[in-house]
């Protein structure tokens, strides 16, 4: 981020005015004493003009003639945040219309008490644990072998309610990332 944000020519107090985050976050992002949210990652992302993928970069990738194809398991691409979920981006990559993520949640962790939307679509397998699904006033829970399909335009959350991990695989598009 710091070696982007220098080649823009920005200072961290521009940055900060750009994407209403303090200095001080900004400055412990950039030395990785703070594991950033989606939300901060997009925001950052577009006041550099780079979306949010740039933040996952692939080094092997130039040199690997199947990355636009296949992401091998120990080449993913991940971010962890602090409510204890963690996304690992299992599409090769995100120029297409279609975003794949394997997304595993803590015991007890959530996207959080408000309920979000965004443009798009967006469709998940329950592979292993519980998933519940809040999606405008309903309230889901999903087990292994469920799946389900919405517009996420339609106010939403995830959580997992129970003492388990619980592993999903989403798809969505356009791409989030």
């Known amino acids: 981020m710091r070696e982007l944000r220098k080649a823009k020519g920005m200072t961290l107090k521009q940055l900060a005015a750009a994407t209403d985050l303090s200095i001080g976050y900004l400055s412990q992002l950039e030395r990785q004493d703070a594991d950033p949210s989606v939300r901060a990652l997009n925001m950052i992302g577009k006041a550099l ?4 993928s740039w933040f996952f970069p692939d080094p092997d990738e130039g040199d690997n003639p199947e990355a636009d194809i296949v992401v091998r398991a120990n080449k993913r691409r991940s971010l ?12 090769p990559n995100l120029s297409g219309q ?20 965004h443009k798009g679509e967006e469709g998940g397998y329950v592979v292993s644990g519980t998933l519940e699904l809040t999606v405008e006033d309903k309230i889901m829970t999903l087990h292994p072998g469920d799946a389900f399909h919405f517009l996420s335009s339609r106010p939403h959350r995830y959580a997992n309610p129970a003492n388990t991990e ?12």
């Open 49 to 52: 003009g780079v979306g949010i």
């Open 80 to 91: 962890k945040f602090e409510s204890g979920v963690r996304d690992e981006l299992i599409s």
């Open 98 to 117: 279609l975003e794949l993520i394997l997304t595993t949640f803590a015991p007890h962790s959530s996207s959080g008490e408000t309920l979000y939307s």
């Open 166 to 177: 619980t592993s999903i695989v989403w798809a969505m598009t356009p791409p989030h990332y």
